[in-house]
């Protein structure tokens, strides 16, 4: 039922739209809505897509590990796809979020890179996921690659907490804490408002990009049953 | 101003790019099943 709806062109070309509209929105919001910060640069407006892609890099990384449980507990080959296209997902908005916190670092801290907790952290979890596709790659059993993955994909996931709550463990003057508590943002309104614009906007198209990638693996794996079932 | 510029035009091209790519082989494996089919 619900693949169906999915499935359906209308249900995909509306997806699209709604997207493209609230990335324009999100450009807007945090381009002209958001007001300047005290004491900061424009580049602080990076934030606004900085912190959004951060979010849904553990968004794809909690799919792999929600999708790698259910793969162990029913043994269905669905859920192995759920993991695959979250990892996929999950590396290319940790390597958004690694790029766009590189450059902003580069006007604030005079340069690209600083191994410090949160910097080093990340980029050891996109490591161990670029690590969850090689090893995917790597094996040419279906029910073994997904059983080895599921192992890996679960194991890799402690990176995700360790990633988020490093500055807490470990402190660390250089970045800086965006959203300090729900009764302390740390933002004026408006700027609150451009962030939330943002993050439904990429919510959305994460959403879109998911559809698509799960399509390619549910289509693959027609392809080979179709196959099997030839020869 | 360029690093905004920068950042924020990495961003939305990667997820462009990404996002034709996926559904380019969409498109091939749905005409893969096609002629499978037949």
Redesign the interface.
């Known amino acids: 039922m619900i693949q169906e709806i999915l499935d359906k062109p209308g249900f995909r070309k509306g997806i699209v739209a709604l997207s493209a509209f609230l990335?324009l929105s999100a450009?807007y919001q945090s381009l002209i809505g958001a007001p300047d910060a005290q004491g900061e640069p424009?580049?602080y407006?990076?934030l606004y897509?900085?912190v959004p892609?951060a979010i849904m890099s553990y968004l794809g990384f909690f799919i792999t590990f929600v999708g790698s449980i259910l793969y162990l507990v029913r043994k269905d080959m669905r859920f192995d796809r759920w993991a695959t296209a979250g990892a996929e997902l999950g590396i290319?908005f940790c390597?958004?979020m690694l790029?766009?916190g590189m450059?902003?670092g580069?006007?604030r801290w005079g340069a690209w890179w600083l191994w410090e907790p949160r910097l080093t952290t990340s980029m050891v979890l996109l490591v161990i996921y670029i690590g969850y596709m090689a090893l995917r790659g790597m094996v040419e059993n279906e029910a073994t690659r997904a059983r080895y993955a599921a192992v890996y994909g679960i194991i890799g996931f402690v990176d995700v907490p360790i990633v988020h709550y490093a500055i807490k463990m470990w402190g660390s003057i250089m970045h800086p804490v965006v959203i300090k508590g729900p009764t302390n943002p740390g933002m004026t309104f408006e700027m609150l408002i451009a962030l939330r614009v943002s993050m439904f906007a990429f919510i959305v198209?994460f959403i879109?990009?998911y559809l698509?990638?799960l399509?390619?693996e549910t289509?693959?794996a027609?392809?080979r049953k179709?196959?099997s079932d030839?020869s | 101003m360029s690093y905004l510029a920068g950042a924020y035009g990495i961003i939305w091209l990667a997820i462009f790019v990404y996002a034709f790519i996926i559904d380019r082989k969409v498109s091939r494996l749905e005409r893969e099943i096609e002629s499978l089919k037949k």
Do not use: P
Request: net charge positive.
């Open positions: 990335i450009l424009v580049t407006r990076i897509f900085h892609t290319l390597t958004l790029l766009t450059i902003w580069k006007q198209t879109m990009l698509l990638r399509r390619v289509l693959d027609q392809i179709i196959r030839n």
